[in-house]
């Protein structure tokens, strides 16, 4: 069997201008990174392409293939006569030399070019981490030269592109402001989110001002534009903002931009790529990190909001794998037929579909990702249980056959793209904070209630009389559980949310809620990709899966 860098390899690519010129974006609107990649400037048009968000299960050991799903998703509309055009997250290199390994889709269902994407692609990470460590050496610079603006607590964190543990908690300014600091990954930055919500240039500029930096001694924020430093960071981010064209390897347009964490951060692609894409376009299909509870919660009730669009259909996917992970079963066990895991794991993926269906009011269908261990038993369980919440389970095979493999999900997107609905929020701008995250625990979560700790109920009282009351909440959960607690798998019932802290993203323009264990910053695994990763004598890279 082929690897997917290997069948990355075997096809020959189109010239990058012809795939921007398929959707009718000229020439002179991109600016060339070798021969199939690209930078857009093209004019953003009135939007009235159909959105076709991705998400699933929440993730397993197992595999869930979202990106996979999304591509040959797009393949398939594509191979339909459909202008269809994909609108992705870049990849971090954190999770790419640690457990994930490469996040370009997989099989014959990828983008390309699959080695570039996976590393340092155009550059966007190098620059929002650049933009993000000059605001804090420009603190520091600040303090050492007496401290005009009378800063008394740094709120600033340094940032990497690399799952690193031993950053988290650092000692900086040696001999003249000693304090405890650290660093958060990329994916976490501020200055990620704003590169992701940013309309344009000039948004990018108010939003950077707006970033709270430190506080003085009277406890007043301290921001980016007070330091002098919002301007300098713009410049390093002017190129970073515009969103990357690629493709797939069927010649389907690929905006791939931007890359917040789900768990930790926002989850999606940019704003200014998902606009383009559908200026250019008839159908987007576009992707939210992890599990519904997250990518999908925030894609819906945070870029929604601030990008005013909404999804026409969306697609949760699921594989046997993983629902009988979800169900208990050990990885040796998953691919062996077991029915009892299986309805053990589904009420996590009947949870999600009550989400998107019954909380936000969309239309939805789940993509059977299909292994060769599953069973038409198993499958058909599968089936009749969503047919029950009345939902289509479509089974899907672009791993293997690439668009031809999801010829099937794309006829069942397309019938609901026609249906009419309404999006609806889990919550209003209108809540306090409390009620906003306790409304997204107990709707989306399931949670019977939420606790806030002591540090979190001072910030959350302290920030209820100023305009962030108003801005949306992204909260900070694990991934491999609705609840807080990764052990509790499945469906949990009678658990508590404990949201340990509240902080302000004035320039991103939301509240992170950091709940149980969550870090801003990963780990590598025992067993890190990085082990596998190389490059031979001839320059060719090996070890990306």
């Avoid at 199939?36 to 392409?49: G, H, V």
């Avoid at 990357?244 to 347009?253: I, V």
């Avoid at 009011?361 to 292994?371: D, E, K, T």
Wanted: glycine letters at 8%; charged letters at 25%; a positive charge.
């Amino acid at each position: 069997m082929k690897s997917d860098i290997e069948i990355a390899a075997s096809v020959k690519l189109r010239k990058i201008e012809e795939i921007a010129a398929k959707i009718g974006i000229e020439e002179k609107d991109i600016i060339k990174y070798g021969s199939f990649a690209a930078k857009i400037s093209a004019p953003i048009k009135e939007n009235k392409a159909k959105i076709i968000l991705v998400t699933a299960i929440n993730p397993t050991p197992a595999g869930e293939g979202k990106t996979t799903v999304s591509i040959g998703l797009a393949d398939a509309l594509s191979l339909k006569g459909k202008k269809t055009s994909l609108a992705l997250r870049e990849p971090s290199l954190g999770p790419v030399f640690g457990i994930k390994g490469g996040a370009a889709g997989g099989g014959y269902a990828q983008i390309a070019p699959m080695e570039d994407i996976n590393l340092h692609f155009t550059g966007d990470f190098h620059a929002i981490s650049t933009a993000n460590n000059l605001l804090s050496a420009m603190i520091d610079n600040h303090i050492f030269w007496g401290n005009a603006l009378k800063i008394k607590k740094v709120l600033w964190r340094r940032c990497m592109d690399m799952n690193d543990r031993a950053l988290r908690a650092i000692v900086t300014g040696l001999g003249y402001n000693t304090r405890e600091d650290g660093f958060d990954i990329t994916a976490a930055s501020e200055i990620m989110a704003i590169a992701a919500l940013s309309d344009g240039i000039s948004d990018l500029k108010i939003r950077l001002s707006n970033i709270l930096a430190a506080e003085n001694y009277d406890g007043a924020f301290i921001t980016a534009k007070d330091l002098k430093a919002s301007d300098a960071m713009a410049v390093i981010l002017k190129d970073a903002i515009k969103p990357n064209l690629a493709q797939s390897l069927e010649g389907t347009p690929a905006f791939v931009h931007t890359g917040p964490f789900a768990n930790i951060a926002h989850g999606c692609n940019s704003i200014i790529a998902s606009k383009t894409a559908a200026s250019y376009s008839d159908f987007v299909v576009t992707e939210a990190g992890f599990g519904a509870d997250l990518g999908a919660q925030k894609f819906l009730d945070i870029k929604c909001r601030i990008a005013g669009i909404k999804p026409s259909a969306v697609v949760i996917v699921a594989t046997i794998r993983a629902l009988k992970s979800l169900g208990g079963a050990p990885k040796e066990a998953l691919s062996k037929p077991n029915a009892d895991f299986l309805l053990k794991g589904l009420p996590n993926l009947m949870k999600h579909i009550e989400n998107i269906k019954n909380v936000y009011g969309l239309p939805c269908a789940v993509a059977v990702n299909l292994f060769s261990s599953d069973t038409a038993d198993e499958i058909k369980i599968l089936k009749e249980e969503c047919k029950k919440a009345g939902i289509e389970a479509v089974e899907t095979d672009v791993w293997a056959k690439g668009g031809k493999g999801a010829l099937e999900l794309a006829d069942s997107v397309l019938k609901l793209c026609e249906s009419k609905s309404e999006l609806n929020f889990s919550y209003s701008l209108e809540d306090s904070i409390v009620v906003k995250v306790s409304k997204i625990s107990k709707k989306i979560y399931g949670a019977s209630g939420v606790v806030f700790l002591p540090k979190a109920a001072k910030a959350a009282e302290k920030l209820q009389n100023t305009p962030f009351a108003k801005m949306p909440v992204c909260i900070a959960k694990t991934q491999y559980s609705l609840s807080d607690n990764p052990a509790l798998l499945g469906r949990p019932e009678n658990f508590d949310i404990t949201v340990r802290d509240i902080l302000p993203r004035g320039g991103a323009g939301f509240l992170v809620a950091l709940t149980g264990d969550i870090m801003l910053m990963p780990g590598l695994g025992k067993m890190p990709s990085a082990e596998k990763i190389g490059i031979d004598d001839s320059g060719k890279v090996f070890g990306l899966f």
